[in-house]
């Protein structure tokens, strides 16, 4: 598919691509998949050391990109590996996507189900989702983007204001000593954070979009380094209100700080429901996007100029994908499953993938 | 509509040739002959009026049609009948005319054009259709013996109603100033609010059958040539028979026609559009109606009043912020009523649960009828109060508000707090400045409601999801509608929810990629 001249995005839409996508269903479990790992309140020094990795993968990524401006991932990884492997690892990494939106839309209904609509079946909370969010994929990148224009301050307005409001229960010393068992277990959770920055790989299929390319590494810096900063933030303020023995003992812990505390007087006694909206708002972020990348990647595998038809095809096999795992547990597995693969699989194909254009420039040239 | 329009134009095409034979004649230059065709063709009319005289001292014949109530019979009078009976000797002799006419009709035709008609407005045609169309718009046909072209003079000239301000459009502070339903006096008005060299006005015709002027202004250097171009397109693009008003030009030239949402704003007050005009946008007028068209039309604009230019920054930046909490809640309040009412009732502050279970225990009807209910019946009130006469409009308001909601209340059909609910949804959307948004956010209100009422909080946020979605593709003309907060501009967003003091706003909308962006050259 040649890149349609009118859909660009300019660089603050590429950082919100990058901040919207990776702040996906991960937060709401974040503190308590780390403080598992880490056993100390230190998880969050394990945020910020992983986030700083992430960013370096990322401007790996760039450097990539900068190499074929015009293709996205998809394509370029045909020129540089040969048509099949190409191929075969585009098909990995769509139905890597598709696993991922439909874990992303599963984790949405099973919250949505056990906290506002606890009759409704999944079925009918994961169709209307996923009908609305194909009425917008349709629109192509530049509705995507403009959507997550409007999403990202609000989810990050409110986000923030539910967390501050929290200041009341929160106790410095559930955060105290700093790094008392030294750095190690700050590095045995390390994999576990980078799960949580899962997403910064959609570079590789934005780039070709970008109407600014020259901007695209401080644009990578900036769509990473707002998730990082978010996540530290949260971290700190549910390890700090629970302290380690009481986060590893809560299944959605954001969730309960929010609900734990009350400010009478206001007009919503509990915000744990405007918490709930916004983030529901926030998976949806998240579903587009990995949802047009798939679709995108289609179509791109086969050469066709619309994706149109391919999102269609797709809707059906999410809806299918999401259903698989039976209960939560199944859900979380699924999402430690796309977690690993994503950071193991991306991390290793953008430093093999860099390589091996290293290595064909080089040959070029001496040809 | 669409299927209505075309076989329409079928019947057209299949009429029209039977009219080309007698109406694309040219005149004769034979009067006599000349007026039995016109005659036939539009005499039957009682308002044709025909009358014969002589050209100066001379034997020439000629004729004057005009439409009795259109024309300005003065100007028939004095500048036309007068000029060529009396008017003409003193210019020639007879000896000269008679010379003259023997010989070169055409410096004939000079000497009328040039010398003897003191009319302005002058138009030479050659053919009958043309004499038609010219003397049933209200020009004045004069047809000359010996020449075989006839002149059209003058234009309609119709009664007007004075310039007053515009009901639907009332501002507390503000020119006191409102289009007509004449073009002439409308283009007038903004030429004089504008008095800018580069304000451009351009003339188009729309309607096959009944025609009427259609006139697009915009300020040559401001507004993008692209803009301009594809207004022009968009009016050239239609067909239709006539055009009653401009509520169908709109129509005709918008986006997207499924949309609930305005992608053209219409107004009746001049300042207004010069406003428009000096951001880069452009303005169409049409003939007979009052209301003005302005495009692109953005999303902040149709939470804009004029008059929050006209006061001072800290209060319109206050007014506006309520503005935008008060669509907010005319379209949110009944559907958030709906889903805590039904499915979440835990959310709910404490106190207030209580009452509301007190209040609902002896309705019986679930949430969302009792809001259906309301809701329908506050509508029916409004357009109820649309029609009648001033006084008892005002009076039925006020009646249907308090008294059937505490009638209803009574006999349980409702609860109390559904009647708050509806009523400050209903005054929330009183405030929106211009009409068509409040038609777009009722609808939507009742689509709103549905969701919640089948998926409750989520349902909510599903709707607007759906809404942002919607909106986030819309366009007009080319511009975002979501402008400036999607494609993000800050620098129009000191003009969006806030309104910035007039210092800081030295430049034109970003949004509109004017060339020329700077105010205050």
């Known amino acids: 598919m040649n890149s349609n001249p009118v859909d660009r995005i300019s660089t603050y839409q590429v950082i919100m691509f990058l901040a919207n996508f990776i702040l996906g269903a991960g937060i709401l479990t974040l503190p308590r998949t780390l403080t598992e790992k880490v056993g100390t309140p230190d998880a969050w020094i394990g945020i910020i050391m992983s986030g700083l990795f992430i960013i370096l993968i990322a401007l790996l990524i760039v450097r990539l990109c900068k190499k074929f401006p015009n293709e996205s991932f998809y394509q370029f990884s045909q ?12 098909m990995v990494i769509i139905i890597y996507y598709i696993c991922l939106s439909a874990f992303e839309v599963r984790s949405m209904a099973e919250t949505t189900m056990l906290y506002l609509l606890q009759g409704t079946p999944t079925w009918a909370v994961m169709m209307p989702f996923l009908w609305i ?21 609000i989810t990050v307005l409110c986000f923030l204001l539910v967390i501050f409001l929290g200041i009341g229960i929160f106790e410095i010393d559930n955060l105290r000593p700093v790094l008392g068992m030294g750095i190690k277990p700050v590095i045995k959770g390390l994999t576990t954070t ?25 644009a990578a810096i900036f769509g990473i380094g707002i998730p990082l900063v978010f996540y530290t933030i949260t971290v700190i303020s549910v390890v700090g209100s629970f302290s380690v023995t009481g986060v590893v003992s809560q299944t959605w812990p954001v969730l309960t ?111 | 509509m669409k299927r209505w329009r075309s076989k329409f134009n079928q019947e057209q095409e299949q009429n029209t040739p039977n009219h080309t034979t007698s109406s694309d004649k040219n005149l004769s230059g034979n009067l006599t002959y000349d007026l039995q065709v016109i005659k036939k063709e539009i005499g039957h009319n009682s308002d044709v009026k025909f009358r014969e005289f002589q050209l100066g001292e001379t034997t020439v014949q000629v004729a004057v049609i005009f439409i009795d109530g259109l024309c300005d019979i003065e100007l028939i009078q004095t500048h036309i009948m007068g000029g060529l009976m009396l008017g003409l000797t003193s210019l020639a002799t007879k000896q000269q005319l008679e010379d003259d006419i023997e010989r070169q009709s055409e410096r004939l035709s000079k000497y ?15 053919t009958i259709e043309e004499i038609k169309m010219g003397t049933l718009f209200g020009s004045i046909c004069l047809l000359v013996d010996g020449l075989s072209e006839c002149f059209l003079l003058g234009e309609a000239s119709t009664k007007s109603r004075g310039i007053d301000e515009p009901d639907s459009e009332a501002l507390v502070r503000g020119p006191r100033v409102g289009f007509v339903e004449n073009l002439c006096d409308n283009t007038a008005l903004l030429r004089r609010s504008g008095r800018n060299q580069n304000l451009s006005i351009l003339g188009f015709e729309v309607g096959e059958v009944s025609k009427k002027e259609l006139v697009i202004a915009y300020i040559q250097g401001i507004a993008e040539p692209q803009l301009i171009e594809e207004v022009k397109k968009r009016i050239k693009r239609i067909k239709i028979d006539a055009v009653p008003d401009s509520g169908y030009i709109e129509q005709l030239i918008e986006d997207n026609y499924l949309s609930p949402f305005p992608q053209v704003q219409s107004t009746e007050r001049p300042d207004r559009v010069m406003s428009a005009l000096m951001e880069g946008r452009v303005a169409l007028i049409l003939d007979g109606s009052p209301f003005a068209l302005i495009v692109p039309v953005t999303f902040q604009m149709l939470l804009q009043s004029p008059e929050d230019y006209y006061e001072r920054w800290i209060a319109a930046t206050l007014i506006r912020m309520l503005r935008f909490v008060a669509s907010f809640i005319s379209l949110f309040a009944p559907s958030l009523y709906i889903a805590f009412i039904s499915f979440h009732q835990g959310l709910i502050p404490t106190k207030l649960v209580f009452h509301i279970a007190v209040t609902r225990g002896g309705v019986p009807f679930p949430p969302l009828i009792e809001a259906l209910i309301m809701e329908v019946s506050i509508e029916v009130l409004r357009e109820a109060g649309l029609r009648l006469p001033k006084p008892i409009g005002q009076s039925l308001g006020i009646v249907g508000g308090l008294i059937i909601g505490e009638a209803a209340v009574e006999a349980g059909i409702v609860s109390s707090i559904m009647v708050i609910v509806v009523a400050v949804t209903a005054i929330s959307s009183f405030t929106l400045p211009q009409y068509n948004v409040g038609i777009a956010l009722r609808m939507l209100r009742f689509i709103s409601m549905l969701f919640a009422s089948v998926f409750g909080l989520y349902g909510v946020v599903l709707f607007s999801l759906l809404l942002c979605s919607h909106v986030v593709k819309l366009k007009s003309f080319g511009v975002p509608y979501l402008s400036p907060s999607a494609p993000f501009r800050f620098a129009d967003w000191k003009d969006f929810i806030i309104r910035g003091p007039l210092f800081l706003m030295k430049r034109r909308p970003k949004t509109l990629q004017s060339k020329n962006s700077v105010r205050e050259k």
């Open chain 2, 112 to 126: 009328i054009k040039n010398q003897s008609l003191s009319v302005c407005t002058l138009k030479e045609v050659h």
């Open chain 1, 133 to 153: 969010g194909l009425y917008l994929v349709i629109g192509g990148i530049n509705s995507i983007a403009r959507m997550l224009e409007i999403i990202f301050p």
């Open chain 1, 257 to 367: 700080f929010v609900r734990s505390y009350e400010i009478t007087g206001l007009f919503f006694e509990r915000f744990d429901s405007i918490l709930l909206v916004i983030w529901i708002m926030q998976i949806f972020a998240t579903f587009i996007v990995s949802f047009f990348a798939a679709a995108i990647g289609m179509a791109q595998i086969f050469n066709k100029k619309s994706f149109h038809p391919f999102l269609f095809a797709i809707i059906p096999i999410i809806y299918l994908v999401a259903m698989i795992p039976e209960d939560i547990n199944g859900v979380f597995k699924m999402g430690d499953l796309l977690g690993n693969f994503s950071f193991y699989t991306f991390g290793a194909l953008t430093i093999f993938l860099l390589f091996v254009s290293f290595v064909k420039e080089k040959v070029n040239g001496k040809m």
């Open chain 1, 194 to 218: 980078s799960l949580s920055f899962a997403g910064f790989e959609i570079m590789l299929v934005i780039y070709m979009f970008m109407k600014e390319k020259k901007n695209a590494s401080k």
């Open chain 1, 79 to 90: 020129k540089l590996v040969g048509k099949w492997l190409g191929i075969i690892i585009s």
